[in-house]
């Protein structure tokens, strides 16, 4: 979708008679929906830039221009495209504008700066990365680019920055691939980014590229398939086995069945810790492609779709990978039947609505289910651990059902975490007052569940067990992120006193926290962990979760202030207490559960509260009784 096109002739004269934000603001209502007249306005300091760039007799009079193109798929749209040939080469020159006068590097992540944006300085991607993810994404889902019928090549215009010619931040060596994909113009460059137009766009096209981009089949790339296979052949972490292969199958036949038939499909997989919900998602979204499917795979939470789409990435781009996983906040922008399938994991955590300050949309299940031909929610009702948390069996049911979709529901019962037990899950259940199991004696196979009396030897022990990199600390959320050295391990958020205990949160220029080499010294939280997993979990359970007059209690004012999980609590708590109360009870517990069944092969345990820690101990101490007498017997 466009929203504004012309050839360069006219979009020069509607500049000249000020008309252009008339007809951008007008096409804008049409195709999109509403807008304020004020955020279009902001964009004529942009466009008169580009007007100046564009003052040149030799690019042609008759070039294509394209000004806001909303990428299929995709949220995403590009400020600006001029089109043209280049001999017989059909050409789009792909334009980022950016109004940035200052930016900073962050050292530690791939392709993000730092900049003012919405009053205050904020992590962003770098304007190279940036326009080059678009220009990948119509590379990898369109076929007549594919096929390179037009050929692109973006640019980033940051027509209110000068570039310090010694060093920028912006140029930085950590950005160089970027940069050679993706060259940036400062305010001093206008003469260059002209001869870069030129050099692409030496013919007029009558806007036939724009054509050609806009009407060209939605589908993924051959080379996009064939990667991806690749990456996950052979990787046992992604092997399926029992009711997974099941379920994979049953999916694969209702992506195929909504495309023929053209009727919607949801899929409901309920499962819980570890019955291998994310393997599947992620076997699903690369064969569903090698089908030629537009699939995305989604999640609310940051750090699974990172981590997955870091170990799928291999030798393909990052942004083609990162552009197939998805948050779950930008699908009230897409299309109805946009694209053939969604896989959303860890479905719980889904909000009601989007936007920072829950302001957008309307639902996010809703626009999900409309957005997709097949709709596939991956969840477990118990793992809700935040208080916008609105992912329910029940909601979803609601909205296929207005979509007048087919609604299949089933479940994964194997287990693949916590060496296989399923018995160790309701164990815990029981052993967290969660619900009454037939477990509370124990369950089956060797699992190492242990109690520290000592969080520091709760951390040796942990890094002991860090053969493979995968054993790491995880904490009840108790502990204020200070926004102080939030990127420095050496400044201490987790502080125990009484054991001489100091550690950070997990960094905050990372989301890959489960996975960094160096994430062994620092404590992860519910956020960083929900829907990964390791082979040794250390937690350490804060003042939130305590033991008294025989009960698990929990208490959500010990948790810290930087808290986001619980905000909203305390007004509830003045206008209904009791659905406060039992709201707080099931987040406390629901983080606990996760983050105690993280660990493949063990479960090592601090609680700050002696008694708790007793009460654990008591029923560990149990288990083992009956163990020897039953080896006695």
């Known amino acids: 979708m466009i929203i504004y096109e012309s050839v360069k002739k006219d979009f020069m004269q509607d500049v000249e008679q000020g008309i252009l934000i008339d007809k951008i603001y007008s096409n804008f209502q049409d195709k999109i929906g509403r807008t304020s007249k004020s955020e279009i306005n902001s964009w004529f300091n942009s466009l008169r830039c580009m007007y100046m760039v564009m003052n040149d007799d030799k690019i042609p009079s008759n070039s294509g221009i394209a000004i806001e193109y909303k990428i299929p798929t995709s949220s995403k749209r590009i400020d600006f495209i001029i089109s043209g040939k280049n001999n017989h080469t059909n050409t789009a020159v792909i334009v980022e504008l950016k109004q940035w006068s200052e930016a900073l590097k962050v050292a530690n992540k791939d392709g993000?700066?730092?900049?003012?944006?919405?009053?205050?300085?904020?992590?962003?991607?770098?304007?190279?990365?940036?326009?080059?993810?678009?220009a990948n994404l119509i590379r990898d889902f369109n076929e007549i680019v594919e096929k390179e019928k037009v050929k692109l090549y973006p640019c980033a215009y940051l027509h209110n920055y000068l570039l310090n010619k010694e060093y920028d931040d912006l140029t930085d060596d950590i950005y160089l691939d970027y940069l050679k994909e993706?060259?940036?113009?400062?305010?001093?460059?206008?003469?260059?980014?002209?001869?870069?137009?030129?050099?692409?766009?030496?013919?007029?096209?009558?806007?036939?590229?724009?054509?050609?981009?806009?009407?060209?089949?939605?589908k993924p790339s051959k080379s996009l398939q064939e990667s991806l296979l690749k990456m996950i052949e052979g990787n046992q972490e992604f092997t399926m086995i029992d009711d997974q292969k099941v379920i994979y199958e049953q999916a694969l036949y209702l992506a195929k069945k909504a495309k023929?038939?053209?009727?919607?499909?949801?899929?409901?997989?309920?499962?819980?810790?570890?019955?291998?919900?994310s393997v599947l998602a992620v076997q699903l979204l690369v064969h569903l492609t090698s089908l030629e499917m537009v699939c995305q795979y989604?999640?609310?939470?940051?750090?699974?779709?990172?981590?997955?789409?870091?170990?799928?990435?291999?030798?393909?781009?990052?942004?083609?990978?990162?552009?197939?996983?998805?948050?779950?906040g930008g699908f009230y922008q897409l299309k109805e039947n946009e694209l053939d399938a969604v896989l959303v994991d860890e479905a719980h955590r889904l909000n009601e609505k989007s936007g920072l300050f829950s302001n957008l949309g309307e639902n996010q299940i809703m626009e999900l289910i409309k957005a997709s031909k097949l709709s596939v929610f991956f969840i477990d009702e118990r793992q809700r651990v935040h208080f916008k948390d609105a992912g329910k069996i029940e909601t979803i049911k609601h909205y296929a059902q207005a979509e007048q979709a087919?609604?299949?529901e089933v479940e994964l019962s194997s287990q693949f975490r916590c060496n296989g037990s399923d018995g160790y899950i309701s164990f815990l259940d029981d052993l967290l007052q969660v619900r009454n199991t037939a477990n509370s004696d124990g369950f089956d196979l060797d699992y190492d569940l242990r109690v520290f009396d000592d969080p520091n030897e709760l951390f040796n022990e942990i890094n002991n067990k860090n053969i493979n990199n995968?054993?790491?600390?995880?904490?009840g959320y108790c502990w204020d992120w200070k926004k102080e050295g939030r990127n420095n391990s050496d400044a201490y958020d987790i502080n125990i006193e009484k054991y001489n205990f100091h550690k950070s949160w997990n960094l905050g220029n990372t989301s890959t926290y489960m996975i960094d080499k160096d994430s062994i010294n620092q404590v992860g939280c519910i956020h960083t962990?929900?829907?990964l997993e390791l082979d040794y979990a250390g937690v350490i359970i804060g003042n939130d979760l305590r033991f008294e007059d025989g009960k698990i209690?929990?208490?959500?004012?010990?948790?810290?202030?930087?808290?986001?999980?619980?905000?909203?609590l305390k007004k509830l708590m003045a206008s209904d207490s009791k659905k406060a109360k039992k709201i707080a009870d099931e987040i406390i517990l629901n983080t606990y559960r996760v983050l105690m069944t993280r660990g493949q092969k063990g479960c090592y345990v601090y609680c700050e509260d002696d008694k708790l820690a007793i009460y654990l101990k008591n029923r560990i101490e149990k288990i083992k009784a009956i163990e020897k007498e039953f080896l006695r017997d």
Request: net charge positive; proline share 3%; glycine share 10%.
């Open 470 to 475: 995968k054993a790491r600390l995880l904490a």
């Open 406 to 408: 087919n609604i299949i």
């Open 529 to 531: 962990s929900q829907g």
């Open 553 to 568: 209690i929990t208490d959500f004012t010990k948790r810290a202030k930087s808290d986001q999980s619980i905000k909203g």
């Open 260 to 277: 023929l038939e053209n009727k919607k499909q949801v899929l409901i997989v309920k499962g819980g810790p570890g019955t291998g919900k």
């Open 112 to 134: 993000i700066v730092k900049t003012y944006l919405g009053g205050g300085l904020r992590e962003t991607t770098h304007p190279s990365y940036q326009v080059s993810s678009y």
């Open 182 to 218: 993706a060259p940036i113009f400062d305010t001093t460059k206008t003469v260059n980014l002209r001869e870069f137009i030129k050099k692409h766009v030496i013919y007029g096209d009558d806007k036939e590229s724009l054509y050609l981009i806009e009407k060209g089949r939605i």
């Open 298 to 328: 989604v999640t609310k939470n940051t750090a699974p779709r990172e981590v997955y789409a870091a170990k799928l990435k291999g030798h393909i781009k990052r942004s083609s990978v990162n552009n197939l996983f998805k948050g779950s």
